[in-house]
């Protein structure tokens, strides 16, 4: 079963510090009930969001989708499917 899968990460260790998985199939229909125009509501993370949820929305979708740093949390997210 694929999965989306979320990991953080520790900027100076790069040590995992949380991992969360989620059946794709439960992200798509999240995906799916996302209005269009939410997009809007996050500033310059709008395009970002727009992107991952048309990667979900696609079956051939598979890798690493997107990956954020913040350097003052420390911390770098990656949002891949499995």
């Not at 079963?1 to 229909?29: F, H, N, Q, W």
Request: with cysteine; net charge negative; proline share 2%.
């Amino acid at each position: 079963m694929r999965k989306l899968k979320i990991d953080t990460y520790s900027c100076d260790s790069g040590e995992l510090k949380d991992s969360l998985s989620i059946p794709l199939g439960l992200a798509k229909v999240v995906a799916n009930i996302i209005p269009q125009n939410i997009s809007s509501k996050f500033d310059e993370n709008g395009e970002q969001l727009e992107a991952l949820v048309n990667a979900l929305k696609d079956t051939k979708t598979k890798g690493t989708l997107l990956e954020v740093e913040d350097k003052a949390g420390n911390e770098r997210v990656v949002i891949s499917v499995v």
